[in-house]
C-alpha cells in the first residue's frame, strides 16, 4: 500500500461506511475491508481498474466524477476519500462541497505545486516541471487544476470547512518538523482530514 494511504487508513473508523472517488484499483478500500470491516464503495472511471476492483471484492461503481454526486443522499457516508484526485477535476471546489455533503467528513490528497523543488525547476528551467512524482508533461498530464497548500488552506476557509488536520509529506512520504513549520514551501504531497464547520 503507499505510504500516504497507511497514514489516511489511520483516521478511518472501523465499522464505518467509506466512498473513495476515484479509488484507482482498490487496494485501499479492499484493506481497509479487511482490517476495519467497512463498508465501502468505490467510484472509477477506468475500465482497467474497475476490473481489479472487482477481483479485490471491492464494491465499485462506473462513474466520471466531473458529473457529480447527486446519485447520493446527504450524510450517507462517514467518510469520502478524494486521493491523488482533485487536480484532475474540472469543478475540484464544487467537488470538495459535495464530498462533504454525502460524508460526515472528508479526507483528500492532492500534489503540492507550491513546494520549493517546483519553483525551482519553474525559475530556473522556465517550463512546468516534471519529475518522478509528477512525470507528465504539461500537455500531457491529468492535472488540470495545480493547487498549493496555501490554495486549499485558502479554500477551506472560504466555503466554510472546518480542517481537522493537514499532514504534508516528501514524495517518500516521510515529514519532518520543518515540513510542520513550512507546509507550502516544503511539503510535495498535502494530506487533509476536513469536515463541515
Known sequence: MRPDLQIIQQWIEPNSRVLDLGCGDG???HYLKTAKQINEIGLEIDDQNILR???HGVNVIEQN?????SNFQTNS???VLLTQ???ALSNPDQLVEEM???????????????????????STKGRMPVSKFMPNAWYDTPNIHFCTVK????????RNIKILTRTVVDSQ????????AWPNFLGEIAIYHITKN
Open 53 to 55: 476492483c472487482i477481483e
Open 85 to 87: 484526485t482533485l487536480q
Open 151 to 158: 490554495d486549499f488552506d485558502t479554500l477551506c476557509q472560504d
Open 27 to 29: 487496494t485501499l478500500l
Open 173 to 180: 512520504h516521510q515529514g519532518s518538523w520543518a515540513m510542520k
Open 77 to 79: 457516508f462517514d467518510t
Open 100 to 122: 462533504l455533503r454525502i460524508g460526515k467528513n472528508g479526507i483528500v490528497t492532492f500534489p503540492n505545486f507550491g513546494n520549493w523543488k517546483s519553483r525551482i525547476y519553474l
Open 65 to 69: 466524477l466531473d458529473q457529480g454526486l
